[in-house]
């Protein structure tokens, strides 16, 4: 396993309690009960803010707009997203990860109720980054919270379970969108899929448990210094950079397969569309991945994940649905594994700066995922699926040479 950061100075870090509460604060939380809650609480809650993806042909529609415009209903909740992450990474190192993941939750129901009664695509486009700016408090956080309260041995696994309720939200919220916005339209996919978010926010409410290892920051500055003090570390700017690409595969990517798969010759319906991301409940693998990462290393079993990734994409440009829904499926396998492993692995390295650094690592997910969302909208327009595919192909390249080149670095060095 990489090297860990050296964990931060006690100047930045509220002094400990005394002798029985120190016992009981350094006791880890259940893991089955964490986990569970956040796995239950996030799959139920997460699928209205992913929902748009297969929609977006009926939004050029319904609202005359072109396939890059709908576009922005993907990219504008990112980059709010984004930004709001070197918020909320460095707020929850000061005040606490339950809190913040309770609040967020709670919230985050009330954009997606909105969004149904929009009367123009600008309102959709403010409830979306309404979306956005809530859900930093929720991934981000709930990762920075395994990090602290697990011990080393269950984090890997933790955090691929997680990543796998993670891409099963994102399952939950594209199968289901396309299957309800098919014969009932995207307005009334709105309500029910926010109507599911209040559920998960009651279960994270109830079933998370209180935190146990958790050393609040002294005050916000300190806890944003922490965060930059992260961007001196060539093996954390390798995690980062990895964030970044896979996130512009993930939303560049499949974002404009709906558009090639209703097109000729495969000519699917909105609902169809919905079935092919049935492809994320191969993100049951993702704990195994991370298992197998704890025993050989994070960066070669993110590399592993790669090539898998790539070899799913080189088969979409076969014209054949079966083999294409095949290439998805490799894709979706390599990509989750590879998010929760690159997530540990930024863990693993950012020990006392878990908050700032997992909400650096996935501001890069998020705004690659904004930039491929946009930026390739004129490549297919252009080049149409081989642009798409050779575009994905090189990002996969880069996020290679980022891992094994910066990766190499020793961390607790670099934080001197």
């Not at 009960?33 to 042909?57: D, E, F, M, N």
């Not at 269950?154 to 939950?172: D, H, K, N, V």
Request: hydrophobic share 55%; proline share 6%; net charge positive.
């Amino acid at each position: 396993m990489d090297n860990q950061i050296s964990k931060t100075s006690t100047t930045a870090i509220a002094p400990a309690p005394a002798s029985e509460e120190t016992a009981q604060a350094t006791a880890h939380v259940p893991y089955l009960r964490a986990t569970l809650a956040l796995c239950v609480g996030t799959l139920t809650l997460l699928p209205s803010v992913y929902s748009p993806q297969p929609i977006l042909p009926l939004l050029s529609q319904d609202f005359h707009i072109s396939a890059g415009v709908a576009g922005l209903t993907l990219t504008v909740f990112n980059v709010a997203l984004a930004t709001a992450l070197l918020i909320a990474g460095p707020l929850s190192d000061r005040i606490g990860r339950r809190p913040i993941i309770i609040f967020a939750s709670l919230l985050v129901v009330i954009p997606a109720l909105v969004a149904a009664w929009t009367p123009t695509y600008g309102l959709l486009l403010v409830a979306r980054v309404a979306q956005g700016i809530l859900t930093s408090g929720i991934g981000a956080v709930a990762i920075a919270y395994l990090g602290d309260e697990l011990p080393p041995a269950e984090r890997g696994s933790a955090i691929g379970w997680y990543a796998m309720a993670q891409s099963w939200s994102a399952l939950l919220g594209r199968v289901g969108g396309g299957v309800i916005a098919g014969p009932f339209g995207w307005r009334i996919m709105f309500v029910a899929l926010g109507l599911l978010s209040l559920v998960g926010a009651l279960i994270l409410t109830l079933g998370l448990p209180q935190a146990r290892r958790f050393r609040p920051n002294a005050n916000m500055r300190g806890a944003f210094r922490q965060m930059a003090g992260t961007l001196r570390s060539r093996v954390l700017i390798s995690g980062y950079l990895v964030g970044f690409l896979l996130g512009t595969v993930l939303l560049g990517f499949l974002t404009y397969i709906s558009y090639y798969l209703s097109a000729p010759p495969f000519n699917l319906s909105t609902t169809a569309l919905g079935l092919i991301f049935l492809a994320y409940v191969f993100g049951l693998l993702a704990p195994a991945a991370g298992k197998l990462s704890t025993r050989i290393g994070r960066r070669p079993v993110i590399s592993l994940c790669l090539l898998i990734m790539a070899a799913g994409i080189l088969l979409t440009l076969v014209q054949s649905l079966l083999i294409v829904i095949l290439g998805v499926v490799l894709l979706a396998l390599g990509l989750i594994s590879a998010f929760g492993v690159a997530n540990a692995y930024v863990n693993d390295n950012a020990a006392g700066r878990r908050g700032g650094a997992t909400g650096l690592y996935l501001f890069g997910w998020y705004i690659g995922g904004a930039a491929g969302a946009f930026a390739l909208g004129p490549i297919w327009t252009r080049y149409h699926w081989p642009g798409v595919t050779l575009v994905a192909l090189g990002m996969i390249a880069l996020n290679l040479l980022a891992l094994w080149t910066l990766g190499r670095g020793k961390p607790a060095a670099e934080f001197k």
